[in-house]
């Protein structure tokens, strides 16, 4: 059984894939130019594309990793917009100390208020004797009177 080869993406600075342009700008043909520095045809034409998309040559091979800078500044708006979307989600969600209903206790008690002084009550008399009254004791202790 044979082997199945790896094929390895070979990576190519920006400095060849702009000199690679240049060539076929300079009056070559791109099946030359792909043939002398053995790349593919395709590969040469998407390079003069993307070389003639871009106003600014060193932003027009950015390479891997490396974002232009239309594409970084949009990538951090998009994470400052996922970072304040989380944060108002957060504060969008009740806390747990948070009253739901009108029945459940406050968790920041108001100071009392003050109470004005009782008045007396007119007419009450013995009431509150009278309340306390309990009815003849069986086996009261000595010394209470019945």
């Known amino acids: 059984m044979a082997r199945k080869t790896r094929r390895v993406r070979r990576t190519f600075t920006p400095q060849f894939k702009k000199d690679a342009v240049a060539l076929v700008l300079g009056g070559r043909t791109v099946n030359e130019v792909a043939h002398d ?10 390079w003069k594309a993307q070389l003639a998309r871009e106003s600014d040559v060193p932003t027009a091979f950015p390479g891997a ?4 800078p239309q594409a970084e500044q ?3 708006l998009q994470q400052r917009l996922r970072a304040v979307t989380e944060e108002r989600d957060i504060l969008k969600k009740p806390w747990r100390t948070s009253r739901t209903t009108r029945s459940e206790v406050p968790l920041h008690r108001r100071p009392p208020r ?3 002084p009782a008045e007396p009550v007119p007419r009450a008399g ?3 004797e009278w309340f306390l009254h309990l009815g003849p ?3 009261a202790p000595a010394g209470c009177a019945q």
Not at 65 to 68: I, P, V
Request: hydrophobic share 45%; proline share 4%.
């Open 37 to 46: 520095l053995g790349i593919a045809r395709s590969l040469l034409q998407r």
């Open 137 to 139: 004791a069986t086996g």
């Open 126 to 128: 013995r009431l509150a």
């Open 114 to 116: 003050r109470v004005p």
């Open 65 to 68: 990793g490396r974002l232009a």
């Open 74 to 76: 949009l990538r951090q």
